[in-house]
């Protein structure tokens, strides 16, 4: 009875090893019949395994390198989706674990003899049970965190693999463990500190991933911000953004610096787009955004698509003798270059009065009529 239940013991901790492996792996393809051959192999891992140690009487520790811990690596590294340090992290953990869980039934059963052993048997199954019952939610976690490539799983793999190692030579060297059991004591401290490294691993994961989730998210409102701010043709801030900015400086004033508020039309646009078409006249809206952007590159400088052919420049903390040289720079190039720029272009700029009510709004409507008296001027 007593070679029976250690038996039992036994086999139960190699078949907890690989169905816990089984829930923490992330299969390569997932369905039935792959199912089906994972679950297949580990049953010939422990068949095997039983073969070697009960009938052929291998020593336990050479039949669970030779039948179990290599032939699990390699049949689960073929399943696996991963083949990189998250497999691998993956395996020792769990073969680490298995290890720890192995010494503390035999030191339990060295200590109680047959009866211990039964007791133990039984609780064997019930934790067992327990985990794969109430476990699912938190291995389900776990293999969410195996998404994450830029988590630290090499660091953590090469830790993981000198425990397994240390682990394994500690319980094996230089006489098996169950023959020198008054190191059982020193052999259960380094096991706690080896799961305490596990905890903290995965802490350190599940904030990186968190962290990661984070940086998904800045992204996606960073894209969310370009479709709603941004315009898409020319790359200009739009009409939305011009709206909170102007806004924005109605609330604060500014500080009571000056504001300038230039305004620019393109000549001719409509005749470009009917004679040439849409792609040169959208060709003709990039180039003269460029220029633009080029004129009024300064921080102090923002430039905004507010309308079809319309642009809108609002300046702060500039001068009128500021704005007239960089209008002046922009005629020189439009009127340099009528091959990018096939059209000219109608410019008017006015200043905020802050004793004025919707101040900025005031001030754009006069320089849109200085910018349409340009228009006129030219015709």
Request: glycine share 4%.
């Amino acid at each position: 009875m007593a070679g029976l239940s250690t038996v039992l013991i036994d086999l139960f901790v190699i078949f907890f090893d690989l169905m816990v492996f089984t829930k923490m792996i992330v299969l390569k393809n997932e369905g039935r019949k792959w199912r089906f051959v994972m679950y297949t192999g580990c049953m010939i891992i422990i068949s095997c395994y039983f073969l070697a140690t009960y009938v052929y009487l291998w020593p336990s520790a050479v039949a669970s390198v030779v039948f179990m811990s290599i032939p699990s690596l390699i049949f689960f590294f073929v399943l696996s989706k991963y083949k990189d340090a998250r497999f691998f992290l993956t395996f020792c953990f769990v073969d680490s674990v298995t290890l720890i869980f192995a010494f503390l039934a035999r030191y339990v059963g060295i200590l109680t003899g047959n009866t211990g052993r039964i007791i133990l048997l039984f609780v064997l199954f019930v934790v067992l049970l327990m985990i794969f019952m109430i476990g699912e939610p938190y291995f389900g976690r776990y293999r969410t965190l195996l998404e994450y490539v830029d988590a630290g799983w090499r660091a953590m793999m090469i830790c993981s693999i000198l425990i397994y190692f240390a682990l394994v030579f500690f319980a094996a060297y230089p006489k098996p463990m169950v023959e020198r059991i008054e190191y059982a004591p020193t052999y259960l401290v380094f096991s706690a500190v080896v799961l305490s490294c596990y905890s903290v691993f995965i802490t350190s994961a599940v904030k990186t991933s968190k962290i990661y989730e984070q940086s998904k998210q800045l992204q996606k409102e960073k894209k969310w911000h370009r479709m709603a701010y941004i315009d898409a043709l020319t790359g200009c801030f739009n009409r939305m953004a011009y709206m909170e900015k102007i806004n924005e400086i109605e609330r604060e004033r500014m500080k009571n610096m000056p504001i300038g508020v230039l305004v620019f039309d393109l000549d001719r646009f409509k005749e470009i787009n009917d004679t040439m078409g849409h792609n040169v006249g959208d060709h003709v809206l990039k180039a003269m955004a460029a220029l633009l952007n080029e004129i009024f590159q300064e921080d102090n400088y923002s430039l905004y698509r507010i309308g079809g052919d319309e642009f809108a420049v609002l300046a702060v903390n500039a001068t009128e003798q500021q704005l007239l040289c960089r209008l002046q720079l922009l005629r020189c190039k439009t009127d340099a270059d009528k091959i990018t720029l096939p059209c000219s272009l109608s410019a008017g700029y006015s200043f905020v009065d802050p004793k004025e009510n919707n101040a900025v709004e005031q001030a754009f409507i006069r320089a849109d009529r200085m910018m349409y008296s340009d228009k006129h001027s030219r015709k």
